[in-house]
């Protein structure tokens, strides 16, 4: 670890060892049994899947992370069969499985990932300003020397809640004329000698910056929306939703998604002729946040909050994904699309 370049374990690197967050509440909300298929559509470190599959569930493992499918490959074989893993991205989990009891979603970067500096997710160490989760497509070196000053504040400002967006925008785009950034010390470097830092900040000054290019350079906000309508389209009745977050806004998304879901309208007076809408998932609880122990036994659990929800009967809805309210950033052509 590099010092001067980390203060937020989770957004941006260090280095801590793989925990599971939220296990044992996972585990609750999940209820997994022999006989029952369990989904994790974000296997990453398989910290979810080994504890479904000591409760003696089958799981289907998705990353679309090829390191973390290749490190999996002794657990699924020590697993007997019950455990398929899938390079996939996670929004396409029901493609992989025919019906689930059950889906576990823990959203964000792996410990692996934040760890291997040759990923380019952290500024805690030197490495390619890379930050692609699948290992193709668009780097966010490609995003930070090509992409307009305004397209970038907008990624700043939306991703990372930034509030120095635009100026750190226009100082990209000045220096990258000179030369482009290549390295992750490079660009948080930059960033902090531009901004500064007052005494009383907590995190980097390129925290935000860095949280914001990697959930824009893997759509992790569009991914999390997608996965919630497959999770939907592929859960049967009673089968059991558990998603953990560790960013307002994804948790914003997975709140939005229950409520919608789980609200039955029957349509208005004044149309008559309007279909009733049914809930498709009931709550399962409120927001759940780890305990002080869990904390200061893993750091990186401090932003973590599990969500919950139990599938009805009801057919899925078509997925719109309007009700989430996802900011317009701009469009990219990413792998696997057309």
């Known amino acids: 670890m590099m010092a001067g370049h980390g203060d937020d374990p989770h957004a941006v690197g260090g280095l801590v060892r793989h925990i599971p967050v939220l296990l044992g509440e996972v585990l609750g909300a999940l209820e997994p049994k022999p006989g029952e298929t369990i989904v994790d559509g974000t296997f990453g470190a398989g910290g979810y899947t080994g504890a479904v599959l000591e409760r003696g569930a089958s799981v289907v493992a998705i990353d679309r992370d090829p390191d ?133 900040d907590k995190i980097h000054p390129a925290t935000r910056v860095f949280q914001a290019l990697r959930i824009f350079v893997n759509d992790e906000l569009g991914e999390l929306a997608g996965a919630l309508f497959a999770a939907e389209r592929v859960l049967k009745p009673g089968g059991r939703l558990a998603v953990v977050t560790f960013h307002s806004l994804e948790d914003r998304i997975v709140k939005r998604f229950i409520a919608d879901r789980a609200d039955a309208a029957s349509g208005s007076r004044h149309m008559p002729d309007a279909p009733a809408r049914l ?60």
């Open 68 to 200: 973390a499918i290749a490190a999996g490959r002794a657990l699924e074989r020590q697993a007997g069969g019950r455990l398929k893993l899938v390079e996939a991205p996670f929004s396409t989990l029901d493609e992989h499985v025919g019906g689930a009891d059950g889906v576990v979603l823990d959203i964000g970067v792996s410990s692996m990932q934040l760890d291997q500096a040759e990923r380019g997710f952290s500024f805690r160490a030197d490495g390619p300003l890379d930050m692609r989760m699948a290992q193709a497509g668009l780097s966010a070196a490609d995003v930070v020397n090509t992409f307009k000053a305004g397209d970038l504040a907008r990624i700043f400002g939306f991703l990372g809640e930034e509030r120095h967006a635009g100026r750190i925008a226009r100082m990209i785009e000045a220096r990258r004329q000179k030369r482009p950034f290549e390295r992750t010390l490079d660009l948080a470097d930059a960033i902090a000698t531009h901004i500064g830092r007052a005494p009383k």
């Open 279 to 338: 809930a498709t998932f009931r709550k399962s609880g409120g927001g759940v946040t780890p305990g002080e122990a869990e904390i200061a036994a893993n750091p990186r659990a401090r932003s973590a909050r599990l969500r919950a929800a139990i599938r009805t009967e009801v057919p899925a809805r078509p997925g719109d994904f309007s009700i989430f309210g996802l900011p317009k950033l701009p469009a990219v052509e990413r792998p696997g699309e057309r």
